[in-house]
């Protein structure tokens, strides 16, 4: 591993003396290098990521450094290019960052409100993005191609449910069948269309470091970088940071600790939130991305947030119908 980590950062003049596979992370590789001129972290972007979705990616980081987010940036290799192309695969090489980041999203409730706080600074500077920055953007759902894609994905978790009735296959029908479903029968009014803002999309704990006294003092991984409204941003997030697998009272308070910290920032109304929370659930409800890594990449490193992510769609229903 250690020859082929060298071949990839041949153009950063850097002399590999070691190499570790860092295993935090669902879908992409990465690495820490140590070599005689310090240590590095390497990315290495997903498969289906080509170069002008990687040049996005970049363009974001350097956006919000301007901003005075304080994202890691790539470093510029002897091309003056910030990443690399190696078997077919797009690479870039980091600083090695450390501090106190947590995957698991077991954070201090004082750091729970540090990160709240960061996203809001990251939606305020997004606020002034140009549009065409990025290509990437969030689009309303259309329902008959959501349910066109869902009897697509139905008949092949029959097909592999037949054949090995699981207790994964069975959960899987299960959900993919109730979100079609709902897709077909739906009971919501559709709510006030919300303006796309460049995000950082998944700016939850296990992004971030955290330094001593509990502030982020470093944000990475934009990989999913893109134009979308805040409020959907704040209700992904509160729903990956907060509830933990589960919907216990207090991880509720939690919930709405995140969001008064977050509001203290930028303001945000009850009746946007709302909106929020009604475009998470459509999303949620169209989303069938544990399905497609596990029956049709054949990969089971997501498997485990299959009936989380179904428990929180209808964790949200719920409080959307209570709070109309």
């Not at 470091?209 to 934009?222: L, M, P, Q, R």
């Amino acid at each position: 591993m250690k020859d082929r980590i060298q071949a990839i950062v041949a153009l950063y003049n850097i002399e590999v003396a070691s190499v570790e596979l860092i295993t935090h992370g669902f879908l992409s590789e990465n690495y820490r290098v140590v070599a005689a001129q310090g240590t590095f972290f390497l990315k290495q972007y997903r498969s289906a990521l080509d170069a002008a979705r990687v040049s996005d990616i970049h363009k974001s980081k350097n956006f919000f450094a301007a901003a005075g987010i304080p994202a890691v940036l790539p470093i510029v290799n002897s091309r003056g290019e910030t990443f690399t192309e190696f078997d077919g695969k797009f690479y870039a090489l980091f600083p090695f960052i450390t501090g106190r980041t947590f995957p698991d999203q077991h954070c201090s409730a004082a750091e729970l409100r540090a990160l709240a706080q960061m996203l809001a600074r990251v939606h305020l500077a997004g606020e002034v993005a140009v549009p065409g920055h990025i290509e990437k953007k969030f689009a309303r759902v259309n329902f008959a191609d959501a349910i066109s894609y869902a009897d697509k994905m139905i008949v092949i978790i029959e097909a592999d449910c037949a054949a090995n009735p699981t207790e994964f296959n069975r959960a899987a029908l299960r959900i993919a069948k109730s979100k079609r479903d709902l897709l077909a029968h739906w009971p919501f009014a559709s709510s006030p269309l919300l303006q796309n803002i460049l995000v950082h999309y998944d700016l939850h704990a296990g992004n971030v470091f955290f330094d001593d006294a509990g502030a982020v003092k470093a944000v990475f991984d934009f990989e999913l970088t893109q134009f979308e409204p805040a409020a959907f941003d704040v209700v992904r997030t509160m729903t990956i940071t907060c509830f933990d697998y589960g919907t216990a009272p207090e991880k509720w308070a939690r919930a709405w600790d995140f969001l008064a910290a977050y509001r203290a920032v930028r303001p945000m109304s009850d009746e946007e939130f709302r909106a929020g929370v009604l475009e998470f659930v459509i999303y949620r409800t169209k989303s069938f991305w544990v399905e497609e890594e596990h029956y049709l990449k054949g990969s089971t490193r997501v498997d485990r947030f299959l009936e989380w992510d179904d428990l929180a769609r209808a964790m949200w229903i719920q409080w959307y119908n209570n709070n109309l």
